[in-house]
């Protein structure tokens, strides 16, 4: 019997930066570290931190109260008014941005400078769009249906600048865009949309349309590792969806060939290794 891990599972690389740039600070002794919201949407992950001294800041309020140590950014990014309260505040800044939610900062903080005004496109209140949002001089608009699209209105002579949550879907985002050019107005469009969660799903899709069994390894809160099983379970029948090794329990038939493996964005590797090592040993 054969197992097979996807390529891309787990961690994109934009996480596993900000991860380990998090580990890499507590091996400084008697250093207070903090992130600034949960490094990862993985509690194994935040305990463990945890246990090492990592406290997380949960808002601006906080941040506001803490005046020593080290912050730590995570990949989703922040508004630039948390840098400024962080400066102010004589803290240290570990920043873990993603380099692709970056860019968009730049792009967003140039051109409202420019005098454009500023269209996300993307989930009202995801903290990447908020942070996003902290870089436009003028207000932003965030804009997540058709529906928004088609009411948005603005004066004529405005120009536009139209940027992507990184996570968005790129046929609604080209939807979305189309709407907007359709209305006529001055408009620049960058695509800012990150390709790991479609590469992850799309290697996934293809392991699970050769494999007998496939796990799915993942925390039940994460939407982008219920949509991995999702699709694993529409190519594959037999398809597992557990949180930790804890969870599996399986039992296979003589004739099973293949094992597939694949894990969602917040999956620790370590997890990752166990499942694998696990099912490579008592199969
Ligand atoms: Fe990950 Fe960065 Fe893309 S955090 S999903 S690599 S934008």
Redesign the pocket.
Known sequence: MEVVLAKSSGF????KRAVDKVYEQTKTEGKKIYTYGPIIHNEEVVKDLEEKGVVVINDKDELANTHEGCVVIR?HGVSKDIYELIEQNHLECVDAT?P??KRIHNIVEKESANGRKIIIIGNDGHPEVEGIKGWSKTPACVIESKDEAEKFTTDKDEKLCIVSQ??FNYKKFKDLVEIFEKKGYDIIVANTI?N??EERQREALELAAKADVMIVIGGTHSSNTRKLYELCKSECEHTYYIQTLADLQLELPNSVELVGITAG?STPNKIIEEVQNYVRINF
């Open positions: 994109c690389f934009g996480v990949s993603c692709f939610v990184t996570t990150c790991a969660t964005a």
